[in-house]
């Protein structure tokens, strides 16, 4: 075992859990549901990314740039058309009600999606449509329903860090990491010092009483969903590069670990969504590495969450639920 | 000026409120005039409550009609009344608990531009100085009576016109509770207009111009509150007399 590859490697998908768990965290501590089509959205956002960082027009070398925009921005606005056509209507219901909506919108994309990359004509589609040819640049088609890989759409091996003859910390790790600070820094100075974070956070604490504020609550929400979905984006992407494989179904593990990874944190706080995302991205490298059978890694990162809630039903960073008088 | 030269501001007119099959106000209607102050009292559940939180948007009456300043505001949202410069200082004060006493007050001009919230702001701090103290503090670790005023302070910078109040001196000591009475006589002479919801029926009937007598959901007595206050009915109910 490499304690060092094992730190780097935590590190990275750590970054990836948490930036997704910021996601699951702000949506939480806001909208107070849980939107189990998170992980869906992310896996959206890759595949926007692919099909988009092969189109001709984006052949120039700030392609790729383009392309994690043009997934960015399509998953904020996924992610406010979800909230406005599955979970607006649903905001006085009972919260089963709308766990179970949010895994129906999870099938949901995942079938659509499966269905867009299998149907016949999706690149005619593009093409006379829109305008745009996506290919490969030998013309072979990119749609279909075989596995995807967007390992050399995202090629960082130029920033690679050579430590030793023996040890390298990849390009995407320090991408990886680096983006995952950036995220989480600019969050923080977004909740806490602009005036819509400001009215977030009091959305969170009494919605009644952020009425009275005269905050639209549901504008709040809606810029909550945009700014989480276009987070499951970023993620998406760099969770593929890891890499991993890319299919309709890609978004379910990231997105279940990422849960798990803002529960442990304390749901509702972002930095326990860093926390637990790192902690977690850590376990899992760490048993991956130690235990003889990597089939057991899950049960392990599944143990972590069952012994922290534990000792901690709110989580590490979790706030104490007060009893209103 | 006499009473009934003064413009009416708001106009309540026969509404009805539910909370599912509970039929929780029925028909009630008042109004308040440009600088009253007009105190609606009675027991606990009977709906003064209720009645606040109709007006203001939180809650959608089934039928009537609220007129606020000669406009039609029954089922708007609060986040298009309050603007319009009427307010709710909601019963149990409701400040954000983790936000600062500086965030809150900002929350409370959440509806106007950042050269208006600092000037509101500094008049907020020089009428309150405990809360210019406080100005960092996190409002969840501020006493009773400086969360009291912090939540009227909250309300007072979107600049109301018609301030509603509800409870303000629930579970307050008696010396804070005057205070709280002497901020409520300031602030009407400084030309806020005040319809207070409370159930220290003395200290409402002794500073208001009018009150209105509720009881399970409907209005049961009305007048200046000098009658009021010496009235059997209501000395026997709500004074203790």
Redesign the interface.
Known sequence: MDIMSVIINGLSIGSIYAIIALGYTMVYGIAKMLNFAHGDVIMVGAYTFFAAAHARNLNGPAGPLIAVLIAIVLCALLGMAIEFLAYRSLRQAPSLAVLITAIGVSYLLQNVMQTVMSLDGVDRFFKNVLGVVISENNDKPIFGADTKMITDLVNMQSLDIHLSETLTIPGLAIVTIAVNLVIVVLLSLFVNYT?MG??M??VS??R??????????NRTITVTFAIGSALAAIAGILYCAFPHELVPTTGSIPGIKAFIAAVIGGIGSIPGALIGGLLLGFVEQLSRSVLPVTELTDAVVYSVLIIVLLFRPTGLLGKKIREK? | MTESQRRIILSVEDIHVFYGAIHAIKGVSLEVREDEIVTLIGANGAGKSTTLNAITGLLKPRSGKIVYDDKLISGKKASKIVPMGLCLCPEGRRIFQQLTVRENLDMGGYTRSRSEIRESMDEMFERFPRLKEREKQIAGTLSGGEQQMLAMARALMARPKLLMLDEPSMGLAPILVEQIFDIIKELHGSGVTILLVEQNARMALSVADRAYVMETGVITMTGKASALLHNDAVQKAYLGN
Not at chain 1, 208 to 217: E, H, K, P, R, V
């Open positions: 005036k400001k009215a956070r009091s604490e009494d009644s009483a952020a009425q009275l504020m005269g905050i639209n609550i008088v």
